[in-house]
Every structure is written in C-alpha cells, then in structure tokens.
C-alpha cells in the first residue's frame, strides 16, 4: 500500500527466534497461492504416507 512518504505491507510473518533481521512477509494478496500450495503439499504428503504403509 503506497502511502505517500511512507508504505505499508500486510499479511503474515515468519521469523528466524534467534535472528528477528531473518524473516518472511506472506502477503495477503497471495494468500490464494499460498493456500493452493499448501494444499498440494497436503496431497503428496498423505501420498507418500500411503505408499509407506
């Protein structure tokens, strides 16, 4: 979000606990492409899980 002099970035982050300069902003204007591949990595994780059985 351009805010003039200033800018502005929402969604969710992920942080290193011992270094917090290492970090991951995930966007709420990706969250549609997160959540797909979330949900593919499910899918091929219960994959694997079925063919180790």
Same mark, same amino acid.
């Given at each position: 979000?351009? $805010?003039?002099?200033?800018?502005? #970035? @929402? ?14 902003? $995930? #966007? ?6 997160? #959540?797909?591949? @979330?949900?593919? $990595?499910?899918?091929? $994780? ?8």
């Amino acid at each position: 979000m351009d $805010l003039g002099e200033g800018e502005a #970035s @929402f969604g969710l982050i992920i942080r290193d606990k011992c270094n917090h300069d290492n970090y991951i902003l $995930l #966007s709420f204007e990706n969250i549609k492409e997160i #959540s797909d591949e @979330f949900q593919d $990595l499910q899918k091929r $994780l219960k994959t694997i899980q079925g063919d180790n059985k």
